[in-house]
């Protein structure tokens, strides 16, 4: 079991960053890939990218690739999701997610544990 707490989130202009953090602790973090998604109000819940267990790989949905950067600190049990350039489109609640794989995959079933999620408001 592995909890994950979000925080980081809050109101932005377009064009500004926010930089998110998720706090893992339970098991070894090093056991889990993890991933970032968001949902939208009534959207479905999408992938925005993943970091393997070593930090070594990551992956990113094309809509934010180029603007968004994700890492992790297995040294503090934590991953980051630096954003910039943000748009009112990347306007969602961001959750964090663990899953007991080597590489982080983009499909919401891949993942065990999830965060309660943290607001992100992007204003035109």
């Excluded at 970091?51 to 809509?63: K, P």
């Excluded at 630096?82 to 997610?97: F, G, I, R």
């Amino acid at each position: 079991q592995v909890q994950l707490v979000e925080s980081g989130g809050g109101l932005v202009q377009a064009g500004g960053s926010l930089r998110l953090s998720c706090a893992a602790s339970g098991r070894t973090f090093t056991s889990y890939a993890m991933g970032w998604f968001r949902q939208a109000p009534g959207k479905e819940r999408e992938f925005v990218s993943g970091i393997s267990r070593s930090g070594g790989s990551t992956n990113y949905a094309d809509s934010v690739k180029g603007r968004f950067t994700i890492s992790r600190d297995n040294a503090k049990n934590t991953v980051y999701l630096q954003m910039n350039s943000l748009k009112p489109e990347d306007t969602a609640v961001y959750y964090c997610a663990a899953a007991n794989r080597y590489y982080s995959g983009s499909s919401r079933s891949q993942y065990n544990y999830w965060g309660q999620g943290t607001q992100v408001t992007v204003s035109s």
